[in-house]
């Protein structure tokens, strides 16, 4: 891979960066919030939610767009409503009353959501266009590592804000989008879009690659949503616990969260680096990332204790970091070019509805956690059956190992 490839992966980076940062930032500061504007844990999980939902749900479309009008313009388009979002979001805190004040956030957040739902999908996308081989892999694995770091860091960018006051979290979220924005703009070239869909056209191709591959399609797209999902759910779960329960708040509880996400982001590179088109190497990495996420759920109801909650999340994490890249490598290498916008668009759709669902759950299930550690195991068991029997055990496993159709 040469300096120019490199460039090219590190600006992509930036976009599942921006994406994952408008909820993760959040996550530590919620009872703040909930306490400053009297708001109730349901309202304040609302606002990561929020952002998710549009998110999740404008992704196939934005896929369509992107097929018809390029790549590059309806990226650099996502990333404008981000900054129009993150700006309304900022000055929604001294516009009226409380109430008319959290509509606005709300609105802020859902206009943020839209915009960030064109970031990270087409950021595979393009990684799928431009790299092929041990590279793409590599790529994709960088993408997953800039999400990790954005998970990782994120927490910081929060406490940080609540130092001074937490809205201004969305003045660091406007400066990181708008330079992401010129970055795109520089380095990203516009490529040329041979493709003149109709909505009713791109229906129809959505609904023949779903019935054609709904085998293996359906269970890798489950795969990293729930495990988006039971993530996301227990982050928002460390995040009330250490400050209600075990008074842990400010920097120290920034830090915790860099134990489970800076696994994450670790075990995202070194997945992969081992993968790299292997299909004994991914069998053997999946297989691990499983049993680790699996075992500590466990773990969860069998104690608890502060010092258990931290091991859990951190090899949650770790297992998690194992698998996405995974996922990732098999749905951008398992299908043609002129069809990888569809899946994509698809796939982050499903991995973004785990991120908005699980705070949202959690906060519901996190009251009896010998529950929530149950619920989460049998959930994690059930995308593990359904990968092995619609994927892992059939012929689909071994288009790994042969040439990528970029017909």
């Known amino acids: 891979m040469d300096r120019k490839d490199k460039l090219i992966m590190i600006v992509l980076g930036f976009l599942p960066f921006v994406m994952v940062i408008g909820n993760s930032m959040f996550i530590p500061i919620l009872p703040s919030i909930e306490a400053s504007m009297g708001l109730t844990p349901a309202e304040a999980g609302l606002l990561l939610t929020v952002f998710s939902v549009p998110a999740a749900l404008i992704i196939p479309f934005i896929s369509f767009l992107a097929d018809n009008y390029g790549r590059k313009k309806v990226i650099m388009v996502s990333l404008f409503f981000v900054c129009l979002g993150s ?9 009226g009353g409380e109430g008319v004040s959290y509509i606005f956030l709300l609105i802020g957040r859902a206009i943020q959501g839209l915009g960030a ?3 990270a999908p087409l950021a595979m996308a393009v990684i799928g266009d431009q790299f092929t081989g041990k590279n793409r892999s590599t790529a994709l694995g960088t993408v997953e590592v800039f999400n990790g770091f954005g998970k990782m860091m994120s927490p910081f960018f929060g406490i940080v804000a609540l130092m001074f006051f ?22 990203i070239l516009e490529e040329r879009t041979t493709t003149n869909r109709t909505m009713k056209g791109y229906g129809q191709d959505v609904l023949q690659v779903v019935r054609r591959e709904y085998s293996w399609l359906l269970p890798v797209f489950f795969t990293g949503g729930v495990i988006l999902f039971i993530l996301f759910g227990l982050l928002v779960y460390l995040s009330y616990e250490a400050e209600r329960v075990y008074q842990v708040d400010g920097l120290g509880k920034g830090v915790l969260f ?19 088109g292997d299909n004994g190497r991914t069998r053997l990495v999946m297989g691990t990332g499983f049993g680790m996420m699996l075992l500590v759920l466990i773990f969860g109801m069998i104690e608890h204790s502060f010092f258990m909650l931290i091991a859990i999340l951190t090899f949650f994490a770790l297992g998690a970091g194992f698998i996405l890249p995974c996922c990732n490598l098999f749905v951008t290498s398992s299908v043609s070019k002129s069809e990888r916008g569809i899946v994509l668009g698809l796939y982050g759709m499903v991995r973004f509805l785990g991120v908005a669902f699980g705070p949202l759950v959690y906060s519901q299930w996190m009251m009896q956690e010998w529950w929530m550690f149950l619920y989460s195991s049998l959930l994690l068991i059930g995308v593990i059956l359904w990968l092995y029997i619609g994927w892992l055990s059939t012929v689909k496993e071994k288009e790994l190992e042969l040439p990528v159709n970029d017909a």
């Open 87 to 95: 700006i309304i979001s900022f000055v929604s805190v001294v516009i």
């Open 166 to 187: 937490w809205h201004s979290a969305f003045l660091f979220y406007f400066l990181i989008t708008f330079v992401t924005f010129l970055a795109i703009k520089t380095y």
């Open 258 to 276: 860099v134990l489970p996400l800076g696994a994450m982001t670790i075990a995202s590179y070194l997945s992969s680096q081992l993968i790299g």
């Open 117 to 119: 739902g064109g970031t």
